[in-house]
C-alpha cells in the first residue's frame, strides 16, 4: 500500500463549478501537506501549503487537511479553464539537517469544460 | 532570475550508454533533489543534496549518481542506462527546513528520458 493515495481521475467538469480534490495518508508523521499544480510538459509548482490540521483559504482555493482521519482535500471555486492541469499532493513529517523529503501522491488530472 | 534550469530537455539513449543530466539554480538554495515521475507511481525521490559537497540517497537510487561540486549546480548520472529508466526527470531546491516552516520547492521544467 503506497504511503499516499490520490485518484488519478481524469476528472472532467463545466467551467464554474467547486471542484474537491482528495488524498488519503497513512503515515502519522505527516504534518506539513501542500498542493501541487503541474500543467502539461512542466514542472509542479506550489499551490498550496498546510501545516498540521485546519484550513486554508487563498482567493479561489481552500486547503483543508483532517489528521484524525488522514484525509486532506483541495477545493477550487469557480473553477475556469485555465485551471485544467494535473494536482499533486504532497506531505513531509519534516527534517532538520536531513533534506526536506516529500512524499508525493500520484496526481489527479482535472479538466475544466468551456 | 532563470530559476531551477535543467539541460538537456529530451534525449534518447540506448541500453548501456551513459548521461549526466545538469540542473542549476539561481535562488542560492542550499537543498536540491533529483525526482523521477512515472505514469501511475507519481514523483520519487532519487538523491538529494543538503549543501555543496553532500549527496544522500532518496527513495529510488539504484542505478544513478549524482554530484553537487558546486551549490547551484546539482548533476544526476546514469553510468549504464536501461529502459526502466525511461522517464521525465525534475531536479527541485529549497532553502532548509526551518522549524514549522516546510519551506517551498521550486521544480525545473523536466528532462524527458528515452532509453531504447
Known amino acids: 500500500q503506497k504511503e499516499v493515495e490520490q485518484d488519478p481521475g481524469p476528472l472532467s467538469v463545466p467551467e464554474g463549478a467547486i471542484v474537491s480534490l482528495n488524498c488519503t495518508y497513512s503515515?502519522?508523521?505527516?504534518?506539513?501537506f501542500m498542493w501541487y499544480r503541474q500543467y502539461s510538459r512542466k514542472g509542479p509548482e506550489l499551490l498550496m501549503y498546510?501545516?498540521?490540521?485546519g484550513n486554508k483559504e487563498d482567493g479561489r482555493f481552500t486547503a483543508q487537511v483532517d489528521k484524525s482521519s488522514k484525509y486532506i482535500s483541495l477545493f477550487i471555486r469557480d473553477s475556469q479553464p485555465s485551471d485544467s492541469a494535473t494536482y499533486l499532493c504532497?506531505?513531509?513529517?519534516?527534517?532538520?539537517?536531513?533534506?526536506?523529503?516529500?512524499?508525493f501522491g500520484t496526481g489527479t488530472q482535472l479538466k475544466v469544460e468551456l | 532570475n532563470a530559476g531551477v534550469t535543467q539541460t538537456p530537455k529530451f534525449r534518447v539513449l540506448k541500453t548501456g550508454q551513459s548521461m549526466t543530466l545538469l540542473c542549476a539554480q539561481d535562488?542560492?538554495?542550499?537543498?536540491m533533489y533529483w525526482y523521477r515521475q512515472d505514469p501511475g507511481m507519481g514523483l520519487r525521490l532519487i538523491h538529494y543534496?543538503?549543501?555543496?559537497?553532500?549527496?544522500a540517497k532518496g527513495e529510488v537510487p539504484d542505478g544513478y549518481n549524482v554530484s553537487r561540486l558546486k551549490k547551484q549546480n546539482f548533476l544526476l548520472g546514469l553510468e549504464s542506462a536501461a529502459p526502466s529508466q525511461t522517464s521525465v526527470y525534475f531536479c527541485?531546491?529549497?532553502?532548509?527546513?526551518?522549524?514549522?516552516?516546510?519551506?517551498?520547492?521550486?521544480f525545473g521544467p523536466g528532462t524527458r528520458l528515452l532509453v531504447l
Open positions: 498546510t501545516y498540521s490540521s
Open positions: 535562488m542560492n538554495h542550499e537543498y
Open positions: 504532497a506531505m513531509s513529517a519534516g527534517s532538520t539537517g536531513g533534506g526536506n523529503k516529500l512524499t
Open positions: 503515515n502519522s508523521a505527516f504534518q506539513y
Open positions: 543534496s543538503v549543501g555543496e559537497g553532500t549527496t
Open positions: 527541485a531546491s529549497s532553502y532548509p527546513f526551518r522549524g514549522v516552516h516546510q519551506e517551498t520547492q521550486y
